[in-house]
């Protein structure tokens, strides 16, 4: 069994026939280019059941040679692709369970086996040039082709930057290099997967968050770069469907993200500074207020606007008002769209890829806490914010308020991530009343924050519209206030969910 580490890369055809006639591929070369044609035919069920397992099984044909190949396991990071290959040379365009046996493959069901079928069809041309960059070889692989199910088809133009030796962070390396003479973007999906999507006509799934198990991990920092990395795939895998306004809650998945990304950022810098850490976190810290400046818009319009008009339907200076707010949400969407698409986040995310592969990690991993008494110091630090900004909750103002709910917020998403390490039940119950005070805090802050819209709009001619607006949100903060002050009240008689692990963790 072999794995594949590689770095797949989006570029345009004009780019990449720009990128193989560059002086720097020739400079780095340690061999003759090779152009060859593959032709790969993938097989699955009817229902799918390899695609369900994770797994990808194809035929490829290489000139007069036949090679059947089965991946399987592995993940995504970044962009890098790693996966289990079992690969064997058959005797023609047919599946042979014996050569995938013989070289070691996973054993597939008889029961599976006599239900494959050829699925769709990868078809391209494949230049590859062996690199030696920064002390490592890289295989550079240059397709263009096409992807075909019955009559649907895709266009194939992408970079792949497979680690034949060395560290992974050069792929990243030589890629922050390529991206200085074209523009490319990291490819979150690989070839595969994009024929299951023209046979099955889906699209970008949306993908909610998952934490791993951090009591699996032996130490602080082997922990908080495992949540790192599930941060970026919660990130990368909504961007498109964000890019391509699939829908709304790709874009809400992509706040999520970037917001739990920022709380572990700050975790690892109380473990060991860093100036490419802080200059990573910086620009999360920026594409989050970005992001924050669209969801404000989203909600006043889709939520704030258009409750309002549902129940005053016969006051016509509300369309107006609602006219002028949905372009300028969409001029916010078009910003961050630019933003996502752009060359400055590409380079942003090859950056923090090749920084998760660096020495930051090796060297943070030298002595130190154990991980629950990490915890507890963090999330005592979180919980004692929450409990100043808290005091005299029925006199806050809005500024105030807003404090608190940042606060509450890097408490829940620190909680979260670790709650593996606590007593479920206990876990559970502090985490339902912190977040029913987050969610009156959050409605609190969207009333403040239509105030502060309104003042943005040119209501000169809809005064009395914008009037009968604040008039409205008004009631509904009064009420929300009610809320907040009942919430907290159930939260304030919760213990630290988190103090048990640690105590337990000093008797150990």
């Known amino acids: 069994m072999a794995v594949e580490t590689e770095l797949k890369l989006r570029i345009a055809?004009?780019?990449?026939?720009?990128l193989k006639r560059h002086p720097l591929l020739k400079r780095l070369s340690v061999a003759r280019p090779n152009t060859r044609r593959l032709y790969n035919v993938y097989y699955d069920t009817p229902g799918l059941d390899l695609h369900r397992r994770a797994m990808a099984l194809r035929l490829r044909r290489s000139g007069k040679q036949w090679l059947q190949t089965l991946k399987g396991g592995g993940g995504v990071q970044a962009g890098l692709h790693?996966?289990?290959?079992?690969?064997?040379?058959?005797?023609?365009?047919?599946?042979?369970?014996?050569?995938?046996k013989a070289c070691g493959g996973q054993r597939l069901p008889a029961s599976l086996r006599k239900k494959l079928k050829p699925l769709f069809v990868t078809d391209f041309s494949r230049t590859t040039r062996l690199l030696?960059?920064?002390?490592?070889?890289?295989?550079?692989?240059?397709?263009?082709?096409?992807?075909?199910?019955?009559?649907?088809?895709?266009?194939?133009?992408?970079?792949?930057?497979?680690?034949?030796?060395g560290d992974p962070a050069q792929l990243f390396g030589l890629a922050l290099v390529l991206l200085d003479i074209v523009p490319l973007e990291i490819e979150h999906t690989n070839k595969a997967e994009y024929g299951y999507r023209l046979c099955t006509d889906a699209r970008p799934y949306i993908t909610r968050a998952t934490m791993p198990s951090v009591a699996a991990y032996p130490d602080v920092p082997s922990a908080l770069q495992a949540m790192i990395w599930s941060c970026l795939r919660h990130l990368q895998a909504n961007v498109?469907?964000?890019?391509?306004?699939?829908?709304?809650?790709?874009?809400?998945?992509?706040?999520?993200?970037?917001?739990?990304?920022?709380?572990?950022?700050?975790?690892?810098?109380?473990?060991?500074?860093?100036?490419?850490?802080?200059?990573?976190h910086k620009q999360v810290a920026e594409l989050c207020m970005e992001l924050g400046r669209v969801r404000e818009w989203d909600v006043f319009v889709t939520q704030t606007l258009k409750r309002i008009i549902a129940q005053l339907?016969?006051?016509?200076?509300?369309?107006?008002?609602?006219?002028?707010?949905?372009?300028?949400?969409?001029?916010?969407?078009?910003?961050?769209?630019?933003?996502?698409?752009?060359?400055?986040?590409?380079?942003?995310?090859?950056?923090?890829?090749?920084?998760m592969y660096g020495r930051f990690w090796r060297e943070a991993a030298v002595g130190g806490s154990t991980l629950p008494r990490f915890v507890s110091r963090v999330l005592d630090i979180h919980g004692k914010q929450v409990n100043k900004r808290g005091k005299h909750l029925a006199r806050a103002v809005p500024a105030r308020l807003h404090k608190l709910?940042?606060?509450?917020?890097?408490?829940?998403?620190?909680a979260e991530m670790f709650a593996s390490l606590f007593d479920t039940v206990e876990a559970k119950r502090y985490m339902s009343a912190l977040a029913a005070v987050q969610d009156n805090l959050g409605a609190l802050n969207d009333i403040a924050v239509a105030h502060r819209l309104l003042d943005e709009l040119d209501h000169a001619r809809s005064h009395e519209s914008t009037s009968l607006i604040r008039g409205w949100i008004e009631r509904d903060y009064v009420d929300q206030v009610v809320k907040l002050n009942k919430a907290w009240k159930k939260f304030s008689k919760q213990s630290a969910?988190?103090?048990?692990?640690?105590?337990a963790q000093k008797t150990a």
């Open 132 to 165: 030696a960059f920064e002390g490592a070889q890289i295989e550079l692989c240059m397709d263009s082709g096409e992807i075909r199910a019955g009559r649907q088809c895709r266009a194939i133009s992408e970079l792949e930057l497979e680690l034949k030796s």
């Open 497 to 503: 969910c988190w103090r048990k692990a640690a105590s």
């Open 13 to 18: 055809p004009e780019h990449l026939n720009r």
């Open 313 to 355: 339907p016969a006051q016509p200076g509300l369309r107006k008002v609602l006219r002028v707010s949905e372009k300028l949400r969409e001029q916010h969407h078009v910003a961050l769209v630019s933003r996502l698409h752009g060359q400055d986040y590409q380079r942003f995310l090859l950056r923090f890829g090749a920084w």
């Open 82 to 100: 790693q996966r289990n290959e079992w690969e064997a040379p058959v005797d023609g365009e047919a599946l042979d369970f014996e050569a995938l």
């Open 405 to 414: 709910r940042i606060a509450c917020k890097k408490l829940r998403y620190g």
């Open 240 to 280: 498109p469907g964000a890019v391509q306004k699939l829908d709304e809650e790709y874009l809400h998945q992509v706040r999520v993200a970037l917001r739990r990304l920022r709380v572990v950022l700050t975790m690892a810098e109380n473990v060991r500074a860093d100036t490419e850490l802080s200059a990573l």
